[in-house]
């Protein structure tokens, strides 16, 4: 497998591919977007996470088979953080949407839709940055207390 990824966007060590980052991206981007566009409520609202594999299913990415076969290869030291990070990421997104919507719902004050956005940004980005990294080999480690804060999220 590790001769199949070589020279693809499929990370060779740990047979992820960063791809699959986009489709949490693309939503945050509107999430980012409320404050000013509060009329994409339900655009934001329709977003679905989706696993690694029905994400490339549903691509266009040009090594999406290659991505899906290949997961199923990842190793084990980063394949159960990212899986852990993801679920965080998933949950820390529908909770800023169900935030951000009563915000919206509750009269659409600009300031109340800005600080919900504020307050969910720096969580979800961090998620996204620490799957970035386990994507590009980077080990996740951290103590129990950053694991139960992440759990606790």
């Not at 497998?1 to 740990?14: D, L």
């Not at 030291?77 to 852990?84: S, V």
């Not at 997104?93 to 659409?108: R, S």
């Given at each position: 497998m590790h001769q199949r990824v070589a020279g693809t966007n499929v990370n060779a060590e740990t047979m992820l591919a960063t791809?699959?980052?986009?489709?949490?991206?693309?939503?945050?981007?509107?999430?980012?977007?409320?404050?000013?566009?509060?009329d994409c409520l339900d655009e934001l609202k329709a977003w679905r996470p989706k696993t690694y594999q029905e994400h490339f299913?549903?691509?266009?990415?040009?090594?999406?088979?290659?991505?899906?076969?290949a997961y199923d290869h990842a190793p084990i030291k980063y394949r159960a953080p990212?899986?852990?990070?993801?679920g965080c990421l998933v949950n820390d997104l529908q909770d800023a949407i169900a935030e951000v919507e009563a915000?919206?719902?509750g009269g659409g004050v600009k300031g109340r839709i800005s600080?919900?956005?504020d307050a969910a940004l720096p969580s979800i980005r961090s998620h996204l940055d620490m799957a970035g990294a386990i994507?590009?080999?980077v080990v996740v480690t951290m103590d129990q207390s950053e694991i139960d804060k992440i759990l606790e999220s």
């Amino acid at each position: 497998m590790h001769q199949r990824v070589a020279g693809t966007n499929v990370n060779a060590e740990t047979m992820l591919a960063t791809d699959y980052l986009n489709h949490f991206n693309e939503v945050v981007m509107l999430f980012e977007m409320m404050p000013d566009m509060p009329d994409c409520l339900d655009e934001l609202k329709a977003w679905r996470p989706k696993t690694y594999q029905e994400h490339f299913q549903d691509s266009v990415f040009s090594d999406r088979e290659l991505a899906i076969e290949a997961y199923d290869h990842a190793p084990i030291k980063y394949r159960a953080p990212f899986e852990t990070i993801i679920g965080c990421l998933v949950n820390d997104l529908q909770d800023a949407i169900a935030e951000v919507e009563a915000a919206i719902n509750g009269g659409g004050v600009k300031g109340r839709i800005s600080a919900v956005v504020d307050a969910a940004l720096p969580s979800i980005r961090s998620h996204l940055d620490m799957a970035g990294a386990i994507i590009n080999g980077v080990v996740v480690t951290m103590d129990q207390s950053e694991i139960d804060k992440i759990l606790e999220s």
